[in-house]
């Protein structure tokens, strides 16, 4: 039994004669960390006394002479300034325990009133190589599904690609002007990937190089304000505004200077390497040439068609690889191109309804409270990723019913999908839920975004190669006791298990710095401490030769008579919870939170409780019943964060 939600669900009942909105105070019912205080405390008499202009301690007396929990705890406590303590009854614990421990969902009931659910994660842009940002969305994206889905909800993950953007352009223009045959025949993938950024790199360098002179004009004009700013806020001292503006235009002056040494380098890069410097002459117009290259695509030209049709599905199977190694399925894989047809209909809407106008040659929403406008149709007649994701959201309502879409998205994305969401809602689309799961970015060392050495965004490939390769010297640390063929294997689930868990322990709106060491660390909040958790629970049940099936059709009852035996079944029962806490909010790391202190509470119990040399054998028993289902709860857990296991490491 979800033994929280029953508690809460008893304390609303009770606060009925107190309140009209009891749930704000329902949600002060909340697991102690401190078992001297019970179980649950709830904290909710203090705020209500307020309201009531009664002594808290009065208030929690007359809460609790309403609180119908006889069958479940023992008679409350009060405490302190009116701290409300409960304690659950151990023989209905153990009962709940008991049940728990053969239930095939481990307490997990599905919801009563399901919803169609569209998660849109990963959606990279293809052609280009998949990077670190589109990992987070991969796996954020890939836990939800997997855990709404187990809360019994109908769930459809769509990848979003990106299969019809400007990066094509760039790519046919590379692949007529610069492709290399013989690399690719041999590779196709990769052969795209660099003519990508090659045209991306010429067309920066044209950029940066007419670009110059207007950077560096700006610095005396910089120069000239930090000093003005800084003389009159050390003449005013007090003036905190003037202290502010002398910051800020010191700050300008800073990234002006940035700016410079970026360009330069851009172009040192390019002029330092003599086929890059021909190629970039021989190609001044490079930029505008690749966008013609895309305004083709989208008008039909048959050759640009045709190089198109070759490339994409030799991208997406390209893309196929990294899922698999993640275990990611997608139901859909819906690409903006595929709402092509369907773009011209959504603009004519937007006018009709007029919503949409008329604004410097483009056709745009302007969405009250927003400077931004929502741009649908640009002055070149040439649709856009908003045009799109309308389209998107009017598949996603009208054919597939969607009662709610998530979209894993980068937090650099948040205008976006407000105005978004706001257009969608003033077409007529206001009954569905819309929310952009939004995700921090990851770091490096240095606090910038995550580089490899060759200052490239990760390639994910060689990310989870690394990872892997990381992991196999763990686990010859650890695991010397298995041949080298299952070390090699074990090492596999431990390096995909470490990147996919270091991203959701933190909590999503988060940046963070990427670390190997962190990530693998077999002594803290990581995915490879849980594995070896979970092994080693699996590890006692196989030296002690249990058949474990037998364990759970059995009538064996649970025993909890020693604290820490309390205490794991506490934490077993609050799974439940944990699963259903995700998806309040969309957030995976409450169930890494809630896995990591399951394996913490059974190390304390292992620690404490003797299991497999126990003399009574009751005790050993319903001590082995507990460990059975915390191998469970552990492998069950990680498997709804995409993650694996393996009973020896
Ligand atoms: N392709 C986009 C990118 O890589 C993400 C797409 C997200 N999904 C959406 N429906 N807009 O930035």
Redesign the pocket.
Known sequence: MNLLAELRSRLRQALVSFTDSPESFVEMLKPTTDSKFGDFQANCAMPLAKQHKQPPRDLALALIAKLDVADLCDPPEIAGPGFINLRVKTDRLATETALLCRDERLGVTAVSRPRTYIV?FS???VAKPMHVG?LRSTVIGHALYRVLKFLGHNVLSDN???DWGTQFGMIIYGFKNFRDQAAYDQAPVAELARLYRLVNQLSDYHEQVANLPKLQQQIPVLEQAATAAQRLAAATPADKDAARHARRADQDLVAGRDAITSAEKKITEVQSRPELKALAEAHPQIAELARRETAKLHAGDVENKRLWDEFVPQCLAALETVYQRFGVKFDMTLGESWYNPMLAGIVDELKQKHLAVESAGATCVFIEGNDAPFIVQKADGAYT?ATT?LA?IRHRIETLHADASL?V??SR?GE?FQLLFATARKMGYDQAEFRHVSFGTVLGDDRRPFKTRSGDTVGLESLLDEAIQNARKIVDENSGHLSDEERGRVAELVGIGAIIYVDLHHNRDSDYVFSWEKMLATNGDTATYIQYAYARVCGILRKGEVDVAALRLSDAPLLLNSPAERVLALQLNAFSQAVADVAVDYRPNLLTQYLFETANVFARFYDQCTVLKEPDSDIRTSRLLLCDATARVLKQGLELLGIGVTEQM
Request: no cysteine; net charge negative; hydrophobic share 10%.
């Open positions: 849109d959606s990279p842009n589109h979003h690609v990106g990723y994701d998107t979209y998205v980068d994305q976006h």
